[in-house]
């Protein structure tokens, strides 16, 4: 059997609602009581609320650090892609209809602060610009045409002064003014109500959508070429070509369309991308996960705003996996003349009142979102200011030894030089590392070079767990064959729930490989059957000054008025060794053996370390190999661990965790007996069994072709 198919984790994501069946990280659980993974069926249960709040506990659920259990490039949702075309959108809009009863928190006006510079002097500038975008609408709104491009001129000449005077270029081209003018004439219809009306007629429901995928797109660009013209006033500015530091937000230039690098069935209707700050400004025309900043969804009405929601929460799914730097999205519906803005963090979504573009009230608001997010700092738009794409051509690249030759070359001089063996690019992440030493509560940081990556989130609400192989050697002095960096280590990054108070974090998943390394460090006998902390800590963001904060939640929402029920902390941390699939044993003398070390390992961290694994499955068991290419196990993923010691008397030990079909019995009741080792001992037996009974190339249940892979009998 394949485990990457027919034994996936299923985890609850810690989202605080009722699911039908545990999901994974990788899976969202569809709708009807049952759900159908290859040929196993799992029946729907309800879990018992247990909190003061009537939130519900929910399974916790894994996620590999192991490539072969994410899904292939192109299928971002593996239950969805298996069902027929019809059965899927119903699912699909089941679940969305779902996450946006249970996830979305609306009518947070105070959405904006998290959208606008941090620093008070950019600040500052986005204010005095917004205003003078607002007031040249409402200027145009009252002018006669013949007077408009006086008023753009006087506009534009007041956003020039928003420069300082020693990087304001006098001479500047603001040739936007022609482009600003179409634009407006383009909007117009929609600003002032006429929109609505083709000729004599009412327009039908779908004319008025399709009307929206025109006049939307028009206000975006209006917003975009103003902008522009501050860019292009500042001498500082218009030299830049990195749109982390200044860029634009423009429409796509195609509408109801579906990304070119997704299976996921339907048509995106409005996809914004930000892109640096060039004149003329360029619409791209292909859409593409990859490149999305946020996605608007468009309805006729006002009163189409649950539906437009629920296509947004549809959509906006697939920009986590395709975009392996995104922290958090953003997102906006536009229904009629009302429009919100989304913010989507890993537990909650929060939502603006409507933002009607007939009021000036509206119209302002909406224009701060635009005018923040072009000014803002990079963290503030969602990405991870501490991870960089690099696609460059290596400086040793056209080395003439051949592929099959060694991983050095000698000069006339007779020294030994780097080389790389590849194609034309090499293609890889520039990560940074926060190590957090315990001892002396020092934070230091290393620089992570990374492919790209083998397991990556796809899910709105979960831990958005990845995974990279990959090393602290620079791949520009040394990479693979292949064109990759040459992986020695694994870098995994979520947002598990977390306790604000580093010291009080029990549930850290560093804290508890720093003590199994501690403790059994020195047992020779064990080394490499549990995986070796690198280093890792939670991940920083740099607000200025010099002061850096943990990348949390509470951090990102620090300037939203709202309650933050779910603490999550953004954490990452290297580890060794790599490893394949357990499916990968080649015969079952090794599959034995890799049992044998898995067993061994828990025995020595359940008994002297006082640490409870809480997920014992197919995914988290490795296989590595020795020099001399014989197999040994290795057990993974710590992320749901529970030091005994340390909560000894917290009442959260009862809360269910494990991966079906290896949960204990007590995990799969749910109930309130006190976890201990035995119900990993007891996931153990059940993994084997499952072994033993299906095999580990084989299907489950009637899929089974006896004789086709590996059985323990």
Request: with cysteine; proline share 6%.
């Amino acid at each position: 059997m394949d485990t990457s198919s027919s034994s996936r984790s299923h985890t609850s994501s810690d989202s605080a609602v009722t699911v039908p069946v545990p999901p994974s990280d990788n899976d969202e659980d569809m709708f009807g009581g049952t759900l159908s993974l290859s040929s196993i069926e799992f029946r729907s249960t309800e879990f018992e609320p247990t909190s003061a709040s009537g939130e519900e506990d929910h399974p916790v659920v894994s996620t590999s650090a192991n490539p072969h259990h994410s899904s292939p490039p192109g299928k971002l949702m593996p239950l969805f892609a298996s069902m027929s075309a019809a059965r899927a959108l119903v699912a699909q809009d089941l679940e969305a209809a779902r996450l946006v009863g249970s996830h979305l928190v609306r009518n947070v006006p105070s959405i904006i602060n998290a959208a606008l510079p941090r620093n008070p002097d950019k600040r500052a500038t986005a204010a005095r610009l917004s205003t003078i975008i607002a007031e040249l609408l409402e200027e145009l709104l009252n002018l006669p045409r013949a007077r408009t491009r006086a008023a753009i001129r006087r506009a534009l000449a007041a956003i020039s002064e928003l420069v300082p005077e020693e990087t304001r270029d006098v001479n500047a081209n603001l040739s936007s003014l022609d482009a600003i003018s179409t634009c407006f004439v383009g909007l117009q219809p929609w600003l002032d109500g006429t929109w609505t009306q083709l000729g004599s007629e009412p327009a039908t429901r779908p004319k008025l959508k399709t009307q929206l995928y025109r006049l939307f797109p028009e206000l975006v660009m209006f917003i975009a070429h103003c902008i522009q013209a501050l860019y292009y006033s500042d001498q500082d500015l218009k030299a830049s070509t990195n749109e982390r530091q200044c860029r634009l937000v423009v429409p796509f230039g195609n509408t109801s369309r579906k990304p070119t690098d997704s299976d996921y069935r339907g048509r995106v209707d409005i996809a914004l991308k930000l892109v640096k700050p060039k004149m003329p400004i360029v619409r791209p025309q292909t859409i593409t996960n990859a490149a999305m900043f946020a996605i608007a969804k468009s309805k006729a009405y006002a009163d189409e705003h649950v539906d437009a929601f629920n296509q947004l929460f549809r959509f906006s799914r697939p920009l986590y996996k395709m975009q392996p730097d995104r922290r958090f999205l953003w997102g906006l519906t536009v229904c009629g003349e009302d429009t919100y803005v989304c913010l989507f963090m890993p537990s909650k979504a929060y939502a603006t009142p409507a933002m009607n573009v007939r009021t000036p009230e509206g119209r302002r608001a909406l224009i701060d979102f635009f005018v923040g997010w072009s000014l803002c700092e990079w963290d503030r738009c969602g990405y991870d200011p501490s991870m960089v794409l690099r696609n460059i051509v290596p400086r040793l690249r056209n080395n003439p030894i051949p592929m099959a030759g060694p991983s050095t070359s000698e000069t006339a001089s007779g020294s030994q030089q780097p080389v790389c063996h590849m194609q034309d690019r090499l293609t890889y992440y520039e990560i940074q590392v926060h190590n957090y030493d315990p001892e002396s509560q020092e934070h230091t940081t290393r620089q992570y070079f990374a492919n790209l990556p083998m397991v990556n989130a796809d899910r709105l609400f979960s831990r958005h767990t990845r995974c990279f192989s990959g090393s602290f050697t620079d791949p520009n002095l040394r990479c693979g064959y292949d064109g990759r960096v040459i992986a020695t280590s694994l870098l995994k990054t979520g947002w598990p729930e977390s306790n604000m108070d580093i010291a009080a974090d029990t549930r850290d998943e560093c804290h508890m490989l720093r003590k199994i390394n501690r403790i059994l460090g020195d047992d020779a006998d064990l080394n490499g059957r549990y995986p070796t902390l690198v280093c890792g800590g939670r991940a920083r963001i740099d607000l200025g000054n010099g002061v850096m904060v943990d990348d949390s939640v509470q951090s990102i929402l620090a300037e939203v008025d709202t309650e933050v029920t779910v603490h999550r902390v953004h954490k990452r941390l290297v580890i060794e060794p790599l490893g394949e699939p357990l499916n990968t044993v080649r015969s079952v003398r090794e599959l034995i053996i890799v049992l044998y070390d898995v067993m061994s390992a828990y025995s020595a961290i359940s008994g002297r370390c006082q640490i409870l694994h809480r997920d014992i499955s197919t995914n988290n068991i490795i296989v590595c190999r020795n020099a001399n290419g014989s197999a040994r196990g290795t057990l993974i993923d710590f992320d749901f661990a529970l030091d005994i010691e340390r909560e000894a008397t917290n009442p959260t030990r009862y809360v269910r965790a494990g991966t079906v079909p290896f949960m204990s019995i007590n995990n799969m009741e749910n109930n309130n007996n006190t976890r201990t080792p035995l119900d990993d001992w007891e996931s153990l037996i059940c993994l084997i069994c499952y072994l033993g009974t299906f095999g580990i190339n084989n299907e489950p249940g009637h899929k089974c072709h006896v004789g086709t892979g590996l059985r323990l009998a």
